[in-house]
């Protein structure tokens, strides 16, 4: 057993006794103890630095620009970030939302003839001890080619680790006596383990880094990858990393991004509903900044998505980096034969081309089945590994292309279907599961996110539905989760256990959409409520949650 002063660290999750000795020994645990400790203080003041911006302009009603302090960095024509190792050149197809704590999928999309994995700690996972452990440890596995029937890491999709964002804690490793940041745990024991066969194998490492806000998070990101890099032996460099800019105040910042990370960048992603999410966040209880409803009247072809998605790709192509796109949620029917089937592929084809004709050098699905029919489409609308050379110099965005919401307004369907999701986003959650399938579709902690944000706003500011023109009140939406309830419920077999945790989620989903102050993040929310801990702890059958020492 280890032995490292000033760490406490929880006992094995049962059943992984195995996984979770190979993951900490001395040397791994002295690894994050340093780690944590070297960058611990710089992560607090990023989020009071988040905290500290977001009150400004509550304060002084400003929004977001260009700032003039780093105009020189966007108006120097010559820098470029450092071109991509061999294997990262072509991202035309990568698998997303993928938690590897579910051995099967993982191994599965090691199988499939995507260029890439999301190996996600973040959106579409949910961060149980028992899920960390078991899918950290499958990317060792993975790494070290232990997985039958799948080809070698060198030959495999590659692995696009996403720790999670800073947001997030771990609650079961305490440094110097305090809980540790959620990404600081999963980068550190992933670098630790398998930094270095990565990069010996021309793999790897390589990093999606979710919810960055500002060049100053990406700096500090810079910063802990050159420390890394050093402590493991390796050039600096070699870790390369894609920024997801999911967050209106990072779009205004791109380019400095790109710039903190130059020698470690891997290009910029963008995608839709945490983005879209993030307007409520920042702007939500301005009126002006009212999102209508996001199944009828929010999509990339709107303004502010299409020009956040264009300067995207200039920016990323003015400066050598590879610019990718969201993710297909939808799900194809297993039949090929039928007529939904093939309205499915018909949707999913026309806003991925709509994608590919922007410039983006690729985009995620979550469907395995969907892989090849997008690289295909891909081949036939684009020359070479990528659109690297596809400069955008017709674009020209403005603030207010980027601040500018859709017209529209609210309609029952839509207000139900955000209701549903935030309620059994949560539900999965008290399961210990990351995201979940519904009508036809997977969602996960970003369409939770949007979900549960604009019925939070939709009460805040009274909207009228288009339907009736019934006014959004808290009265209603309660009225509405106990309706969906009552249909979620038909699919549970009498299941007393589950209809509790169901009641349980609706009544946390009708909780945070009615506080006050807008809870910055549903998973913080959820990763802090003591009903989240409880229900994991008995869902994964944890140790006893004694500490020791180490």
Same mark, same amino acid.
């Given at each position: 057993?280890?032995?490292?002063?000033?760490?406490?660290?929880?006992?094995?999750?049962?059943?992984?006794?195995?996984?979770?000795?190979?993951?900490?020994?001395?040397?791994?645990?002295?690894?994050?103890?340093?780690?944590?400790?070297?960058?611990?203080?710089?992560?607090?003041?990023?989020?009071?630095?988040?905290?500290?911006?977001?009150?400004?302009?509550?304060?002084?009603?400003?929004?977001?620009?260009?700032?003039?302090?780093?105009?020189?960095?966007?108006?120097?024509?010559?820098?470029?970030?450092?071109?991509?190792?061999?294997?990262?050149?072509?991202?035309?197809?990568?698998?997303?939302?993928?938690?590897?704590?579910?051995?099967?999928?993982?191994?599965?999309?090691?199988?499939?003839?995507?260029?890439?994995?999301?190996?996600?700690?973040?959106?579409?996972?949910?961060?149980?001890?028992?899920?960390?452990?078991?899918?950290?440890?499958?990317?060792?596995?993975?790494?070290?080619?232990?997985?039958?029937?799948?080809?070698?890491?060198?030959?495999?999709?590659?692995?696009?680790?996403?720790?999670?964002?800073?947001?997030?804690?771990?609650?079961?490793?305490?440094?110097?006596?305090?809980?540790?940041?959620?990404?600081?745990?999963?980068?550190?024991?992933?670098?630790?383990?398998?930094?270095?066969?990565?990069?010996?194998?021309?793999?790897?490492?390589?990093?999606?880094?979710?919810?960055?806000?500002?060049?100053?998070?990406?700096?500090?990101?810079?910063?802990?990858?050159?420390?890394? !890099?050093? &402590?493991? *032996?390796?050039?600096?460099?070699?870790?390369?990393?894609?920024? $997801? #800019? /999911?967050?209106?105040?990072?779009? +205004?910042?791109?380019?400095?991004?790109?710039?903190?990370?130059?020698?470690?960048?891997?290009?910029?992603?963008?995608?839709?509903?945490?983005?879209?999410?993030?307007?409520?966040?920042?702007?939500?209880?301005?009126?002006?900044?009212?999102?209508?409803?996001?199944?009828?009247?929010?999509?990339?072809?709107?303004?502010?998505?299409?020009?956040?998605?264009?300067?995207?790709?200039?920016?990323?192509?003015?400066?050598?980096?590879?610019?990718?796109?969201?993710?297909?949620?939808?799900?194809?029917?297993?039949?090929?034969?039928?007529?939904?089937?093939?309205?499915?592929?018909?949707?999913?084809?026309?806003?991925?081309?709509? !994608?590919? &004709?922007? *410039?983006?050098?690729?985009?995620?699905?979550?469907?395995?089945? $969907? #892989? /090849?029919?997008?690289?295909?489409? +891909?081949?036939?609308?684009?020359?070479?590994?990528?659109?690297?050379?596809?400069?955008?110099?017709?674009?020209?965005?403005?603030?207010?292309?980027?601040?500018?919401?859709?017209?529209?307004?609210?309609?029952?369907?839509?207000?139900?279907?955000?209701?549903?999701?935030?309620?059994?986003?949560?539900?999965?959650?008290?399961?210990?599961?990351?995201?979940?399938?519904?009508?036809?579709?997977?969602?996960?902690?970003?369409?939770?996110?949007?979900?549960?944000?604009?019925?939070?706003?939709?009460?805040?500011?009274?909207?009228?539905?288009?339907?009736?023109?019934?006014?959004?009140?808290?009265?209603?939406?309660?009225?509405?989760?106990?309706?969906?309830?009552?249909?979620?419920?038909?699919?549970?077999?009498?299941?007393?256990?589950?209809?509790?945790?169901?009641?349980?989620?609706?009544?946390?989903?009708?909780?945070?959409?009615?506080?006050?102050?807008?809870?910055?993040?549903?998973?913080?929310?959820?990763?802090?409520?003591?009903?989240?801990?409880?229900?994991?702890?008995?869902?994964?059958?944890?140790?006893?949650?004694?500490?020791?020492?180490?």
């Amino acid at each position: 057993m280890a032995s490292v002063s000033g760490v406490e660290l929880e006992h094995s999750p049962r059943g992984l006794e195995h996984e979770y000795l190979t993951l900490f020994n001395d040397k791994s645990v002295q690894f994050i103890a340093e780690l944590v400790s070297t960058f611990e203080e710089d992560a607090d003041k990023i989020l009071k630095q988040r905290t500290a911006r977001k009150v400004q302009l509550d304060l002084t009603g400003d929004l977001p620009r260009f700032s003039s302090l780093t105009a020189h960095i966007r108006n120097d024509p010559t820098w470029r970030v450092l071109p991509v190792p061999e294997r990262l050149r072509d991202r035309r197809v990568d698998i997303g939302d993928l938690a590897p704590c579910s051995t099967e999928r993982f191994t599965q999309a090691l199988r499939s003839t995507a260029q890439g994995i999301q190996v996600d700690f973040d959106d579409g996972n949910c961060p149980t001890f028992y899920n960390q452990i078991k899918g950290i440890f499958n990317v060792c596995q993975a790494v070290r080619n232990q997985f039958r029937d799948v080809p070698p890491i060198s030959k495999a999709p590659v692995l696009m680790l996403r720790p999670r964002a800073w947001n997030m804690v771990e609650h079961n490793l305490l440094v110097n006596g305090k809980e540790v940041p959620g990404p600081l745990f999963d980068f550190g024991l992933l670098m630790f383990h398998n930094g270095k066969l990565l990069f010996e194998n021309k793999s790897g490492p390589f990093f999606y880094l979710s919810k960055i806000e500002s060049h100053l998070e990406a700096r500090l990101w810079n910063n802990i990858f050159i420390w890394t !890099e050093q &402590k493991l *032996g390796l050039p600096v460099g070699s870790i390369k990393a894609t920024v $997801l #800019i /999911e967050n209106i105040l990072a779009s +205004f910042e791109m380019e400095e991004i790109l710039y903190e990370l130059q020698e470690h960048s891997a290009g910029l992603n963008c995608g839709i509903w945490d983005y879209s999410a993030s307007f409520v966040n920042k702007f939500g209880h301005r009126p002006s900044f009212l999102l209508p409803d996001r199944s009828k009247y929010v999509n990339m072809e709107k303004l502010f998505l299409k020009s956040y998605m264009e300067l995207l790709v200039q920016t990323c192509h003015r400066r050598g980096a590879l610019a990718t796109g969201g993710m297909a949620a939808l799900l194809l029917p297993r039949d090929k034969g039928t007529a939904y089937y093939h309205r499915v592929m018909a949707i999913v084809s026309r806003l991925k081309l709509l !994608e590919i &004709k922007a *410039g983006v050098d690729g985009f995620m699905v979550y469907d395995l089945e $969907l #892989i /090849e029919p997008m690289q295909k489409l +891909f081949l036939e609308h684009t020359q070479g590994q990528n659109q690297l050379h596809v400069l955008r110099e017709d674009v020209s965005v403005t603030p207010t292309n980027l601040l500018t919401m859709p017209a529209g307004g609210v309609t029952l369907n839509g207000l139900k279907y955000n209701i549903a999701v935030g309620i059994l986003f949560i539900e999965a959650w008290l399961t210990g599961r990351g995201h979940f399938f519904y009508k036809g579709q997977v969602e996960d902690s970003a369409t939770a996110e949007i979900s549960r944000s604009q019925v939070w706003q939709w009460i805040r500011h009274q909207v009228k539905l288009e339907d009736d023109n019934r006014t959004v009140t808290k009265q209603l939406v309660k009225s509405l989760a106990q309706e969906v309830q009552r249909e979620l419920k038909e699919g549970l077999s009498s299941d007393a256990e589950a209809e509790h945790r169901l009641h349980t989620a609706s009544a946390m989903f009708l909780e945070v959409v009615q506080k006050y102050e807008f809870p910055e993040f549903i998973t913080t929310y959820l990763n802090l409520d003591h009903t989240f801990l409880n229900a994991t702890a008995q869902y994964n059958r944890h140790s006893t949650f004694v500490k020791h020492k180490l």
